[in-house]
């Protein structure tokens, strides 16, 4: 049997970066310096210019990035905020942290992001914010989900947790919404050495007040405003992904190769469905999902011939236990449950080579073949 092929190949993307990342990590240790200081201002400052907003502030994961973006816009208790029924939970449960109510709606069928019908048809009663999710890299239809959203006095807050370089008419993900939420989780395109986040956008006052309640709703060193919370970026993880950051474009250039692999040997397999793009917009394939039949059959045989694969998501966030009280059925989101039902996640990082997607679609034919 050929070596396994993992699903994502951390430790063979961070070799070459080892003696700059011990250099400045050790440095770190050194000094005994490890919250705030200039790593993170470096990593923000650069960040920011990445995504092409005016500022970036780094947070200790991308639940509390978009948890954060709501707070400061004022999003509370008694408030509505929409999210798409397919998503990791996540974007959900910061609408839950700050009291306010999750309003579900159905995803486009060809791009599995936020559908711009269904949110222009959705009930708009209470509704505050929309949280378009620019799900497995591919950015959501952003020009009518910003017009609906100006139509009805909503904010827009971008979830990118898995979008890092990701563009929609030329413009990167993040700069659209009056904030945005990146993940640096470490399997993220741009991923740190822990959990790591960041919230970009361009309206100074809202970003300040995000810095300061992010740090305890702390005005001076004594002096506390508001009740905050503890959520920033290590100095040590800023370090790491300001090293890593130089490399994401062209990281992210390798996995649109290897999805060109899979896209040409696998887009005339009957009863298989590829990832497609929508028209104006770049994917940074975090995730490269497929449609197959019998989906768990398909793990199953994955695992014996030694192909890591992986499901985002299994189960859409209205038929989540967590969101029962919601008071949804099957049914109710009917292109979330299709999609959730067959999905399946393939080995994507940078460096794959062709021969472990030669590998990975072998495996994908023998399944297909069997179930025929
Ligand atoms: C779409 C989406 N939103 C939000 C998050 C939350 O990010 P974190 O795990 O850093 O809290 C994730 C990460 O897994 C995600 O995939």
């Keep these: 049997m050929s070596a396994p092929v993992p699903f994502l190949d951390l430790p063979q993307q961070h070799r070459p970066l080892l003696n700059e990342l011990n250099q400045v990590i050790g440095g770190l240790i050194a000094e005994g310096k490890f919250i705030g200081g200039a790593p993170v201002a470096e990593f923000e400052k650069a960040f920011a210019k990445f995504v092409g907003s005016a500022h970036a502030v780094g947070v200790a994961n991308g639940t509390d990035a978009l948890m954060l973006a709501l707070r400061v816009l004022g999003v509370s208790r008694g408030d509505v905020v929409i999210v798409p029924a397919h998503t990791f939970i996540a974007t959900a449960e910061a609408v839950s942290m700050v009291g306010a109510t999750p309003r579900f709606v159905d995803i486009d069928p060809i791009t599995y992001t936020l559908d711009p019908k269904a949110l222009a048809a959705v009930d708009k009663t209470g509704v505050k914010a929309v949280m378009p999710v620019h799900l497995y890299g591919q950015p959501a239809d952003m020009a009518p989900i910003l017009a609906t959203a100006k139509q009805h006095g909503w904010h827009v807050v971008e979830d990118c947790a898995q979008s890092h370089g990701a563009t929609y008419q030329g413009k990167v993900t993040g700069s659209f919404g009056v904030l945005a939420g990146f993940s640096f989780y470490p399997g993220k395109n741009l ?4 959990d790591g986040g960041a919230v970009t956008g361009s309206d100074d006052a809202r970003i300040d007040h995000l810095r300061r309640v992010a740090d305890h709703g702390r005005q001076t060193k004594q002096l506390h405003g508001e009740p905050g919370v503890n959520s920033r970026l290590d100095a040590i993880q800023a370090a790491a992904l300001t090293i ?129």
């Design 191 to 194: 991923g740190a050495f822990g």
């Design 244 to 372: 890593k950051l130089k490399h994401l474009a062209a990281w992210n250039k390798e996995r649109a190769v290897a999805a060109g692999w899979y896209e040409a040997r696998l887009k005339d397999v009957k009863g298989v469905v590829t990832p497609k793009v929508g028209a104006l917009r770049s994917h940074i394939y975090h995730i490269y999902a497929l449609q197959v039949p019998e989906r768990d059959r398909f793990l199953e045989h994955a695992a014996a011939q030694g192909v890591g694969c992986g499901v985002h998501y299994a189960v859409p966030l209205h038929l989540q236990p967590a969101y029962k009280a919601l008071g949804h059925k099957q049914g109710d989101f009917k292109v979330a449950e299709q999609v959730t039902a067959r999905c399946v996640s393939l080995p994507m990082f940078p460096g794959i080579t062709e021969a472990q997607v030669d590998q990975v679609v072998k495996v994908v034919k023998e399944h297909v073949k069997a179930g025929s």
